[in-house]
């Protein structure tokens, strides 16, 4: 019997299977990634500080506070919104939804890292929120708009963030990064040239 | 004094010495038949009719700053009669008539100009509910064609047909639907109402209405006390301040709409165009501007100026309707009151207070229906029974839920129509 | 203009949906008659100055706020969770 | 004329064109200083009168130099000469002339101006009515404008852009370069703005000192601290254009107006987001209103100086000055040192005395100009009366200087105005968070702005909560600035105050004459300011003339308002990546890729694209493609996508009482693994939306809604959760996107799952019921549910597995004799079933019109329950959901048509109702509708006259049931 193929949202939409799709306009990259499983976590009523223990014990990471990231590279909390966590990673464990609303979004987005030097001029063509190094940190995470997208942004390192839309748009976000990369790019360039 | 092209000739030759004043700014009186709060377009145009229509007269437009200085100035001009629901339809369709004899009856050149008006179509959804405006047009004797995309592509040749994110499948075309210099209007109304005898009263703020026994005595001005028999509220953009005076509380919540217009260009738009995916309609004046405009800036507010977001995506909308605009600069950008109502459609009605009455919620369309409004208010006024063609405007028919007019089809939320 | 949303921070409205006044907080019984639906569905005091309206950070993390503010100046005074402020 | 020696721009040459001629310029040259250069000044014609115009001022103020400047689509129009750089390449020309600016045969209006006077247009053009649209408004319409457009789409590229700063500086003369200075040392994030290409502002263009070395050097020094500074951005060519609230500023940076074309946008339109602002924007200088004033040549004595001392170029070989400050003497002292001639200086002011070698008359007046397309000589009138003629080039005028208080009069603040220096100045506080200084705030020494700008910039950060501590200031000029009015000479002829909109002195005094006396009424008669200027150059002394006039002083006239933005933006750049597909985000399902393959043609559903219809070889029409693909589903299986459906996940202990309260009907009674078809109302008692419901666990159901719908239900679903009834415990997630869901509808669906489906008993799955599955593998879920009136599933597998599932199904159905299905399709088998979509809960609609009042349970409250009982919400002359077929000689019904009584007149007083969907049945072979119809469901039977006047349609249709296929819903179930 034939399988299912799984395919990345760019994949999807392209009706390729080219892998992961990866843009460069140096000195800037965009490229999708697989994080794992995704998995909201909506605490009910008074179960938030339930939830965390549980997810401490069963991940080793407290719920996040609002605008942050908890975790390590295997496993992350990401701050999604009011009242609810994202946990990146690693399968959830059953314990969980004793305390949450539990729900699979491992397929529900496009999640792309954006990295170069300075690329935080790039999300400034994107996105209304103050995303400059000493404002917004490694950690600090966002939900907010990308152009006219509802997102996430949060910065992973020094010169990079990750970035999530809904998958459907995963042609629109790289659309619009593109546009934006080059902006940077050729402003870099002529300034370079004097 | 008469005005014609002779008589610009004639002043042109004398040093144009001889023009008068086009309105006089007298003293208001102690005691008036009918006064009327609020000097913008439709009380000047009210105050007209009844002097014109009902032989009317000792009447007092009381404007708290100058006349006309309301949305009449600070509107994108569009003149129209293209609505689909029952009330609406014969309303404007009355109000597109009078605007159509309007300069011979003001002796005014308002520069009504009828370039025809195009509304857009994007899907086959859309075709269809334009289809049903359409045909209610028809029906109420107004014009209306339905253009294709190859009709669409005749008329206006620079929208973006080749790679649109929204393409134009056609338009509801109104051959008879444009524009008219807005000032104009608002001056040519006080001058008609001024020569026959009605007194404009400048700088004259209502501070309180008052009211004996459930009937209108009369107003209490910044200018002194007023007496009246009768009294019309018509102050878009103050109505809920206006009537709290009286005790009422009104179905409105006041909003921003933004208008803009660009530097002079040689002419390059005929029609009035409209975008039906992104808010987004322009039209070009006779100084070559390009006048547009597009949605409210959503949130209550007496500011008369709006956000940047509304005016991105404004211009983006035009952008991505007729990329050709795009070195085109914008000049000025203002904002207008909006008293928006539950289903989007104005209340032209007597009050619970007797001899009070009241002209409001015109949301946007306030500037095309300033000949009707006035004309249907000045009726209601004078006869205490409303015109025909304004008899669905009622107060009452959001608590009874009869003859409600949601044309966007959006619900009660004031700011979505 | 900006709001702070009590959840992401102040952020630029274009990340809001507007609904209308606060009073939509106070959902009237259904058996409590026909004007106090009419107020409550219609009806506005749409005062020019002090306000207290509903925003939706829909742009951002879902939360519903509530948002006392002048709608002649523009200016923001408060910002609470429409859940707090109707606790 | 270019000064050797002269100037602060290099000596590089660039080539550039203006009206077809070549010309030599220097980088750094604006192509008004270049062409001045070449002795070319008639650059432009005016607006009304067509007078040949030269350039007035040297920045974006500029009223008359208005050129286009490129060519083909990338044409830009009504860019001002004067901030135009010029660049190798350069093509620019002039307008608003034909069929030259030298000989522009509209001029001829200025002969008529007696009859061209202030609103002459509102008082004839009435006769005949037919004529205003046919004849005069074409001509008025050809006459007026200015540049033209391309009539191409712009090919250039723009971006937008968001900065966020503590203090954002606008302007970088001598106060903004201090507060920037100041606040950078201070450590605060800085963003420093200028609209030139240079900063420095007047700096650049006087002979003034600061810290004992020229300014320009000062300014230089400073540039190079800030350039180094972290927390410093420096924006050139960065006009800030509006100021809104919350410290929001729109600014627009040019970023490719000075080269040739290249990979660079054309320009940004930055949102900049500031704690503090200091508006340090300097200063517009004030013409003079005398008789031709307007002549090429004549110009304010600030731009003569910028031309000479930034740009090294002479206004002409032998200049007059005219003015009432010491700036008159300035500009003297200058042109003299650069070897100009100044045959004299006229000072307004009685006790003037000469500054350096030249003539003054003292007390008096320039009164008129003369010359062929500019100015050759002038009229000075003495104080006593006395006339006496110069020969000139040029004449420098100055009547005083205005603050450049517009952002800080963007929300709605009304300058005051000071007697001192007889100009409005911002009142504090009129923008929050903004302080104005320097110049901008009436400041006009050199010390005076390096003092404001730093105190404004400790200001600042003091209100930041920083340190801060005060340099010692460099030493710079200080000299009292002493002004004596001077607004219009009396006079003769016409003297100009609004140059490009020729609106002169005579027409404000005959707009007061007309009764026009409220500032307001007179601008929007006369029009002036409202020229691309915004009266930046003539408003204030439009409002001396107007006061003059009306017997008021001027801060009782008071000022028009001041509205963004302050120089034009193009539409293009607020407007950045709205063209072509970048006006929304674009949707695509997981079988998007292969439906296009497939050759459907995809459509436009919100933001989604869902493919129209799959046109097999030999189809050529849409309809056949149809017609195919619904006999396929109703005999055999087709297979759609219906992923775009808003899937939304609730959880949580009171997720059934959450339901019972958003939907009319009950769903806490709904049993685990069963769905339900739920009707959601808007509180005003309309239908909001409606779908299936399923139940997934005791505290767990999936909702549908439509996809149009699917913002707005997750919104509704927010507010009431938070804001009515925060006391039940339920949560949301939106799983729209995480799903791929695929309708498998037709007599062989059950066929088709069998093979597909891990373990599929038939049986198990009844119509409506719910459940987990297994797909090749993959854990899935299926519902049992039918939009076609078919026995239907939908398939749902996690997103990354919907373009191999979709595949998949396709294969299968089409060994079954299926296969695909579009929207096309799909419409016509729910019309055929009765089924509603939006074009029948268009918002207008109740349970009540569509036939669905028995949902709205009395067992309990729910949204919209209440005002859905209104007596007009239930009035049985309501227009109700009715079906219509054809019955006479016309087979046509169409969506838009509207009813009429048969043997009525098709006119609005006989409105009975419309047809909402129309489609052809390939099912039952005919045309079916669904309308509404007043009192419809009393009138089955009943045959009405169909109107659609917009397609020349009159047909006869008979009122029926709008379900037209299997009534009994045998098929779907069984």
Not at chain 1, 120 to 133: H, Q, Y
Not at chain 2, 132 to 140: A, L, V, Y
Not at chain 2, 220 to 248: D, E, F
Not at chain 4, 631 to 639: Q, Y
Request: include cysteine; proline fraction near 5%; aromatic fraction near 8%.
């Amino acid at each position: 019997m034939a399988e299912l193929k799984a395919k990345t949202p760019y994949e999807t939409v392209t009706g390729g299977a080219s892998g992961p799709e990866r843009m460069e306009v140096t000195p800037f990259v965009a490229v999708e990634v697989d994080p794992g499983a995704l998995t909201s976590l909506a605490p009910y009523k008074g179960q938030a500080k339930a939830l965390s223990t549980a997810l401490e014990a069963a991940h080793g990471m407290g719920l996040p506070k609002p605008n942050r990231m908890t975790g390590k590279q295997s496993a992350q909390a990401l701050w999604f919104g009011r009242d609810m966590a994202l946990l990146i990673g690693p399968a959830p464990d059953a314990s969980l939804a004793a305390h949450a609303a539990v729900t699979d979004q491992s397929d529900a987005w496009s999640v792309v890292e954006l990295s170069g030097p300075g690329v935080d001029e790039v999300l400034a063509r994107l996105v209304p929120v103050d995303l400059r190094g000493h404002v917004f940190k490694r950690g600090h995470t966002a939900r907010t708009l990308v152009g006219h997208m509802s997102a996430s942004v949060t910065r992973t390192g020094a010169d990079s963030f990750r970035i999530m839309v809904f998958r459907s748009m995963v042609k629109t976000l790289f659309r619009e990064l593109h546009h934006a990369m080059i902006g940077v790019s050729a402003r870099r360039e002529a300034a370079g040239a004097g | 004094m008469r005005f014609s092209g002779l008589r610009v000739l004639k002043e042109g030759l004398t040093g144009n010495k001889g023009w008068r004043p086009h309105w006089r700014d007298p003293e208001p009186k102690s005691d008036y038949d009918i006064v009327i709060i609020g000097g913008g377009g439709h009380g000047l145009s009210t105050a007209y009719y009844l002097a014109r229509e009902h032989g009317l007269t000792n009447v007092a437009v009381l404007e708290k700053g100058y006349i006309g200085g309301g949305n009449v100035g600070r509107n994108t001009t569009i003149v129209r009669a293209n609505y689909f629901l029952e009330g609406n339809s014969q309303f404007y369709s009355h109000s597109l008539k009078l605007w159509e004899g309007l300069e011979e009856d003001l002796n005014y050149n308002v520069m009504h100009s009828q370039r025809g008006l195009i509304n857009l179509f994007h899907s086959d959804g859309q075709r269809d509910a334009f289809a049903r405006r359409g045909n209610m047009m028809n029906s109420q004797g107004d014009d209306a064609i339905l253009l294709d995309r190859e009709g669409v592509r005749k008329e206006l040749p620079y929208l973006d047909f080749d790679n649109p994110r929204f393409p134009v499948y056609g338009g509801l075309f109104h051959p008879r639907g444009g524009t008219a210099r807005h000032d104009a209007v608002a001056w040519g109304y006080a001058r008609g109402a001024d020569q026959r005898g009605v007194d404009l009263i400048q700088n004259c703020e209502v501070t309180g209405i008052d009211i004996e026994n459930g009937k209108v005595r009369g107003v209490q001005t910044t200018r002194g006390a007023i007496r009246a028999k009768k009294v019309g509220i018509v102050v878009a953009g103050r109505s809920g301040q206006v009537a709290a005076m009286a005790g009422m509380r009104l179905p409105i919540e006041s909003h921003i709409l933004q208008a803009f217009v660009t530097e002079g260009l040689k002419p390059c738009i005929h029609h009035v165009v409209s975008f039906g995916m992104g808010h987004f309609y322009m039209s070009q004046s006779d100084k070559g501007g390009l006048v547009f405009g597009g949605d409210l800036d959503f949130y209550a507010s007496y500011a008369q100026r709006g956000n940047l977001p509304m005016k991105e995506h404004v211009m983006e909308a035009g952008m991505a309707l007729m990329p050709m605009i795009g070195k085109a600069k914008v000049l000025r950008s203002w904002g207008g009151i909006m008293d928006m109502t539950p289903d989007g459609s104005p209340i032209i009605d007597k009050t619970g207070i007797d001899g009070l009455y009241i002209d409001c919620g015109w949301c946007y369309g306030g500037f095309k229906a300033v000949p009707g409004s006035g004309h249907c208010f000045a009726h209601l006024i004078a006869q205490d029974r409303p015109h025909a063609a304004a008899e669905k405007y009622r107060l009452d028919r959001f608590r009874t839920g009869y003859g409600l007019m949601d044309e966007e089809g959006t619900g009660p939320q004031h700011n979505l129509h | 203009m900006r709001i702070t949303c009590p959840i992401c921070g102040e952020r630029d409205i274009r990340e809001f949906t507007y609904q209308g006044a606060a009073v939509a907080l106070d959902r009237p019984d259904p058996e409590a008659g026909d004007e106090a639906w009419d107020h409550y569905v219609h009806l506005r005091e749409n005062p020019a100055g002090r306000t207290r309206d509903l925003w939706y950070h829909s742009g951002g993390c879902s939360a519903w706020v509530v948002v006392t503010r002048d709608t002649v100046t523009h200016e923001v005074f408060d910002t609470e969770l429409a859940e707090e402020a109707k606790a | 004329m270019r000064i050797p020696g002269k100037g602060l721009i290099d000596e590089t040459q660039v080539s550039f064109r203006f009206d077809g001629h070549a010309y030599e310029g220097r980088a750094g040259d604006t192509l008004a200083s270049a062409l001045l250069a070449n002795d070319v000044r008639l650059m432009a014609r005016s607006f009304k009168y067509h007078r040949p115009r030269g350039p007035l001022t040297a920045g974006s103020e500029e009223p008359n130099a208005l050129v286009t400047v490129g060519e083909g689509a990338r044409r830009d129009p009504n860019v001002r000469a004067t901030v135009q750089e010029v660049y190798d390449g350069l093509v620019a020309r002039s307008q608003n002339a034909f069929p030259s600016t030298s000989f522009d045969v509209m001029a001829v209006n200025d002969l008529l101006s007696p009859f061209l006077s202030a609103g002459f247009y509102y008082k004839t053009f009435m006769w005949p009515r037919a004529f205003w649209e046919k004849l005069y408004e074409p001509v008025i319409r050809r006459a007026a404008g200015l540049g033209a457009l391309s009539g191409e789409p712009d090919p250039d590229q723009y971006e937008k852009a968001f900065a966020f700063c503590d203090l954002l500086v606008i302007g970088a003369g001598p106060t903004g370069l201090m507060a920037a200075l100041t606040a950078a040392r201070g450590g605060a994030d800085v963003i420093l703005c200028d609209e030139d290409n240079r900063m420095g502002g007047r700096l650049l263009a006087e002979n003034e000192e600061i810290g004992g070395m020229p300014g320009h050097v000062w300014a230089e020094e400073v540039l190079d601290e800030l350039r180094d500074m972290e927390n410093v951005r420096l924006m050139t060519r960065t006009t800030v254009t509006g100021a809104y609230d919350q410290g929001t500023y729109g600014a627009l940076e040019r970023v490719r107006h000075h080269r040739p074309r290249g990979p660079l946008p054309k320009s940004c339109f930055w949102r900049i987001v500031a704690k503090r602002a200091v508006l340090a924007a300097g200063a517009l200088e004030r013409p003079v209103a005398f008789r031709n004033n307007d002549r090429p040549g004549v110009m304010t004595a600030g731009a003569t100086r910028a031309y000479l001392n930034r740009w090294g170029v002479a206004a002409g070989k032998s200049v007059v000055v005219f003015g009432n400050t010491d700036d008159t003497h300035r500009t003297a002292r200058d042109l003299i040192a650069a070897g100009v001639h100044v045959p004299v200086v006229v000072d307004n002011r009685h006790d003037a005395e000469p500054q350096g070698d030249y003539r003054v008359i003292a007390g008096g007046h320039v009164v008129n100009s003369s010359g062929r397309r500019g100015v050759e000589a002038v009229e000075v009138a003495h104080a006593n009366g006395r006339r006496e003629s110069f020969a000139c080039e040029s004449l420098a005028m100055s009547g005083g200087w205005n603050p450049s208080v517009h952002l800080a009069c963007h929300m709605n603040g009304r300058p005051v105005w000071n007697d001192a220096i007889q100009a409005f100045v911002p009142k504090p506080g009129m923008i929050p968070g903004m302080t104005a200084a320097g110049a901008a705030n009436g400041t006009f020494s050199t010390h005076g702005c390096l003092e404001d700008g730093q105190q404004a910039a400790l200001d600042a950060l003091s209100d930041l909560g920083r340190k801060a501590e005060a340099d010692t200031l460099p030493p710079a000029g200080d000299a009292p600035y002493r002004i004596r009015p001077l607004w219009a000479v009396p006079g003769r002829g016409r003297a100009w105050l609004d140059f490009q909109n020729d609106v002169t002195v005579k027409d404000v005094k005959l707009a007061a004459q007309e009764n026009f006396r409220s500032v307001e009424h007179m601008k929007r008669y006369t029009t002036q300011g409202m020229a691309t200027d915004q009266g930046k150059n003539s408003n204030v002394a439009a409002l001396a003339v107007l006061a003059d006039a009306t017997g008021r002083a001027i801060e009782e006239t008071g000022t028009t308002t001041f509205r963004p933005p302050y120089t034009p933006v193009p539409i293009a750049a607020m407007g950045a990546g709205g063209g072509g597909i970048g006006f929304a985000p674009q949707r695509f399902t997981t079988s998007d890729a292969a439906a296009r393959q497939s050759g459907a043609p995809m459509i436009e559903a919100g933001l989604w694209y869902r493919p129209s219809y799959f046109p097999k070889p030999g189809e050529t029409t849409w309809r056949q493609s149809c017609d195919r693909e619904v006999r396929m589903v109703r005999d055999a299986v087709g297979i759609c996508d219906v992923s775009t459906l808003g899937k939304i996940d609730i959880q949580g202990p009171d997720a059934g009482a959450f339901l019972d309260f958003v939907y009319t009907n009950m769903f806490s009674t709904l049993k685990v693994g069963r769905t339900r078809y739920g009707l959601m109302l808007r509180e005003d008692g309309h239908v909001m939306d409606d779908g299936t419901t399923a139940r997934l666990g005791a505290h767990h159901y999936l909702m549908t809604t439509t996809t149009a719908a699917a913002g707005n239900v997750m919104k509704h679903l927010d507010f009431v959760s938070q804001a009515l009834r925060p006391d039940l415990d339920v949560r949301f997630t939106s799983v729209t996107e995480q799903w791929a869901q695929f309708a498998v509808a037709g007599p062989k669906s059950r066929e088709l799952l069998q093979g597909l489906l891990d373990a599929f008993t038939p049986e198990d799955w009844p119509f409506m019921a719910c459940g987990d599955i297994s797909v090749m593998g993959v854990k899935g879920r299926l519902f049992r549910i039918s939009f076609s009136g078919e026995h239907a599933y939908e398939i749902a597998v996690p997103s990354r597995y919907g373009d191999s599932l979709y595949r998949e199904l396709i294969a299968r159905a089409e060994t079954l004799g299926g296969g695909a299905y579009g929207m096309e399709a799909l419409n016509v088998m729910r019309i055929e079933k009765g089924f509603i979509t939006h074009a029948e809960i268009h918002g207008r609609t109740t349970a009540f019109d569509i036939g669905m009042e028995r949902m709205v349970s009395d067992k309990k409250d729910c949204i919209g329950k209440t005002m859905s009982e209104r007596p007009g919400l239930m009035d049985p002359m309501r227009e109700q959901l009715v079906g219509l077929k054809p019955v006479g000689a016309v087979k046509q019904l169409t969506a838009g048509a509207h009813l009429y009584n048969a043997g009525e007149e098709p006119v609005r007083e006989n409105d009975q109702g419309y047809i909402t969907s129309n489609c052809y049945s390939p099912t039952l072979d005919t045309v079916l509708a669904l309308g509404f119809l007043k009192n419809g469901r009393a009138r089955h039977g009943e045959k009405i006259r169909m109107v659609d006047s917009l397609r020349g349609l009159d047909a006869l249709c008979e009122v029926c049931d709008p379900v037209f296929l299997d009534p009994k819903g045998e098929k779907m179930r069984g």
